[in-house]
Structure formats: C-alpha cells, structure tokens
C-alpha cells in the first residue's frame, strides 16, 4: 500500500506537475479531481516552473519518523511563481540563510528512505536560488 | 576512431556538485594525526537528501535549459555511474519522469566504473549519429563510497555532468570524433554485495590509467592527424590532482589547456562525473571556433577520447543555466564526524 501512495504522486513531487484550466488560466497544485458536475478535461496538467519565494518558514528540531538523523531542518512554505502555494522541505540551507520573501528554486531530493526492503522516496524540496 | 553518418554534437551541457565540501586535511587528522601529503584540497559530500539519482536530475535539468529543446523531443536518458542507488530498478527511469521524459523514451543505466557516463555519450552519439532519433540525453554522476581510512576516501566525492546530444547544426560544440580503448585489467574493482572497492595493487596507475587513457587519445589525434598542440582545451579523467596532469603532460599537452577543466584538486573525483563536469567547465569558457580533446577513464579498464569543436551557439546558450562556477563557489565545508554520519558510517546498534 505505501509502495502505490509513494508512486501516484510521482510527477508531482519529482517535477511539481500541477493543473491549470484550460479557461481561466487559474494554476493549482497539487492537482484535484474535477469537482462534482464539473467538465473532466476542464483542467489540464501542466509542470510548474519551480521558481517562487519564501512565504514563511520554521526550524524542525524533532522530526518525525524517518526524518531523526536530519534535524534540526528547515520547512517552509513557497509561493510559486504561477500563484499557488506549497508546503516543503528547505534544503542545501540553514536557518541564518533564510529570509522571509527570497527567491527559492524548487530541486528534487530523496524524502525518505522506507528501509532496505523498500523504495527510495523522490521530490521537491526549495533551496535559496544558486545564482 | 569512430564517426557517426549523421554530424552530431553537445545541444546543452549542464554540471552539478553538491553544496558540502570536506578538507582532505580534515580527513587526514583522523587517520594519520595530519601527517603526511594528500591528493587533493577537499572533495565535495552529497547532502544527506542526495544521491546519484537526484544528482542526475539537477544536472539534466542544466543541460535542458541550455539546449532549450522540449523534453518530448528527448529520446533517451540514460545514466552512467557505479552508485546507482539500486542494484536493481534503473536510476533512468526516476531520472526521465523528473525530467518529465516518459514514457515514450528509452532509459537504461550504464556501468563501467569512472567512465559509466561516456559509455552513456558513446551510444547516444550513435543513436542521434544513426537518425534513429533527433535528441538523447548521455549522463555521468556519482556519489562515490569508500573504506574508512582507505587512500580512496580522501578522493571518492559526489558530481554529476549531463550532456544532450542532437544533430551538430543545433550544437553549442560539434563532437568530431570518438574512440573507445578497453583491456581487461584488474586495478580496482568491488565484488557484488561488498560495500566498498578495493585497488589491485601493481595494476593501478601504469598499466591502468596511463596505459588506457594515452593508448585512446594517441589514437583518436593520430587517426584526425592532429597533435596536442591542435586543441585549444584538454580533459583527462581525474581521480586525484597529480595523475590528469602528469598525463597531460605525456600526451604533450600543457598546464593552461587543461587548467578550466581540472577540478579535482577543489572536489575530489567524481568517478562517472570526472571527465564531463571537467568538460561542463571547460565549455563554460571556451568561444566559437576553439577545440576540446577529453578524455574519459574507467578501471576495468577502458578509455574513450573525444574530439570537440565549439560553435557560435555556445554564447547564447552558455548563461541558460548556472555555470559550474556557481556550484563549486558555494562550498561549506563539514568536519569528520558530519561527513560519517551522512555517509551512513555511524553504527547506531
């Protein structure tokens, strides 16, 4: 079960695919089924540019299950640059680096190891842009 | 030497290297109280979110914004390195669907030690060269393991190099011609289901690394009827910062040839990222009309030598991404006790 929960969100956390209407231009992330009695193809996928800034952010000095031999770790979250905003680790960073409103660029990283019998968990992490 | 039919060349070319660097020194004082030379300045670490896998991507994401071509016109991503971070289930499948590459797109990993990633590079000059396909992307990336206090830990690092290659009209730099030279020769190798390599005594160095790398590039310059003096650049594999040197200077090439793609003595050896993330720099400043020679090694043992023009697409294409500068700029430097505990050295009972 957590192989497959793991695996369907791959293109949105490996490349941060979200969905834009094919009308109004709206983006959102992540991507949603259509509404009841809303038209299926209303939405379209679409990979976002990964380009945003940092609305807020915190320092993880207890991390949860998998995450122990990391903290303390920064999490934030990143308004994108087409609208939405996205919940995420911050990476290839400490908290002295980080500054409310900086321009961060979206990378893909491991997120979690589930053990030696079981996958490598892959996606998007935000780091301070490199130039 | 080989030439495909069809012309091809580098469309885009991107590095990575990780943020964290160690002190070969600091690596030193906990093995031999500090005394002692050392074979390079520091090595870059992988961050403890990274692997081969995530290097890839970074560096692929590089070379795709320098080529500017859309990814559904990719048709292989294909990755070299002896870190895969399965043995199995292939690093290019994860690798294509980040770069949103699939699913119509062959992916598969490439093995042969240091030189996994221009065995990648061979086959996607042949696959483009056969018309077989317009675009492929040739990877080489690795975050290399080695045994506590072994010689190799003070060089064994994490760098990735990426490179599409496309029709030679779109380059940013024509790739001329290749040759491949392999022997079976026993200098370095890691049995299946063992954690770290080990070297074969007396076959490293000579019969290893010099004699695969000079017998390739003599070639590839004496069948194009060049010299050394020929090429305005050179790149040699590098596992530390005294061997690319030394057979650079066999081959006749000098100091400032080689010194943009030298970056060893700053990250270490990068195994399959060595010889392009080299290349990566050395494009970062070479103009329209100059020649770059590499060569690539990889114990076992082969070489492969290439033989590159650049164009007048370099210019507009080169500032695309970031330049390998950028990377090896921003280095923080971690002691030992930060580098065991990332590198999983830490037996926590």
């Keep these: 079960m957590e192989i497959a929960r793991h695996w369907r969100q791959r293109a949105a956390r490996y490349r941060l695919q979200g969905q834009r209407h094919r009308e109004t231009g709206e983006v959102r992330f992540p991507a949603q089924p259509p509404a009841i009695g809303e038209d299926p193809t209303a939405w379209e996928a679409v990979d976002l540019s990964g380009r945003g800034e940092l609305y807020s952010f915190s320092v993880l000095r207890q991390g949860p299950d998998g995450y122990e031999g990391l903290v303390p770790y920064p999490v934030g979250m990143v308004r994108l640059e087409e609208g939405p905003l996205v919940a995420a680790q911050l990476t290839d960073c400490a908290e ?20 030696e019998d079981n996958v490598l968990v892959y996606g998007y992490k935000f780091r301070p842009v490199l130039v | 030497m080989m030439k495909p039919e069809r012309p091809v060349g580098l469309i885009g070319y991107g590095a990575y290297v990780p943020r964290y660097r160690i002190a070969a020194r600091e690596i030193a004082r906990i093995w031999t109280d500090g005394q002692g030379g050392v074979p390079v300045d520091a090595k870059s670490v992988p961050g403890p979110d990274e692997d081969t896998i995530t290097l890839s991507i970074e560096a ?16 292989a991503v294909w990755v070299g390195s002896e870190s895969h971070p399965y043995s199995v289930k292939p690093s290019g499948t994860i690798v294509a669907e980040a770069l949103g590459a699939t699913p119509w797109v062959s992916a598969a990993d490439f093995e042969f030690a240091c030189k996994a990633g221009s065995e990648a590079l061979t086959a996607a000059m042949a696959l483009v060269g056969s018309g077989m396909a317009n675009y492929a992307m040739a990877i080489g990336a690795d975050t290399a393991q080695s045994r506590p206090s072994d010689a190799l830990e003070y060089t064994a690092s994490a760098g990735a190099g990426a490179l599409l290659i496309g029709p030679a009209a779109e380059a940013v730099a024509t790739i001329d011609a290749t040759v491949s030279y392999v022997s079976d020769t026993p200098d370095f190798f890691r049995r299946a289901d063992r954690p770290y390599p080990v070297h074969g005594n007396r076959f490293t160095g000579e019969p290893a690394y010099f004699h695969q790398i000079q017998s390739a590039a003599q070639r590839l310059m004496s069948d194009m009827g060049k010299t050394a003096k020929d090429f305005t650049y050179a790149i040699f594999h590098q596992p530390n910062a005294k061997f690319p ?9 000098s100091d400032s040839q080689i010194a943009p793609g030298l970056l060893s003595p700053q990250i270490g050896n990068t195994y399959s990222g060595a010889a392009m993330v080299g290349l990566c720099a ?7 009309g100059e020649t770059i020679f590499i060569t690539t090694y990889g114990s076992g043992a082969g070489s492969d030598a290439y033989a590159l023009t650049v164009t007048e697409q ?7 991404a970031p330049l390998t500068e950028a990377y090896l700029k921003r280095q923080v430097f971690i002691d030992y006790a930060v580098y065991a505990k990332w590198i999983g050295k830490l037996v926590m009972g």
């Design chain 2, 245 to 253: 040197q030394a057979v650079a200077k066999r081959l006749g090439f």
């Design chain 2, 282 to 288: 050395t494009l970062d400043v070479a103009q329209p």
């Design chain 1, 96 to 115: 002295a680096d980080l500054a409310i409103g900086q321009p961060v660029e979206m990378v893909t990283r491991q997120l979690l190891d589930t053990g």
């Design chain 2, 60 to 75: 692929a994401r590089n070379a795709l914004a320098r080529a500017g071509v859309a990814i559904e016109q990719v048709s």
């Design chain 2, 314 to 320: 370099i210019l507009e294409r080169r500032n695309r």
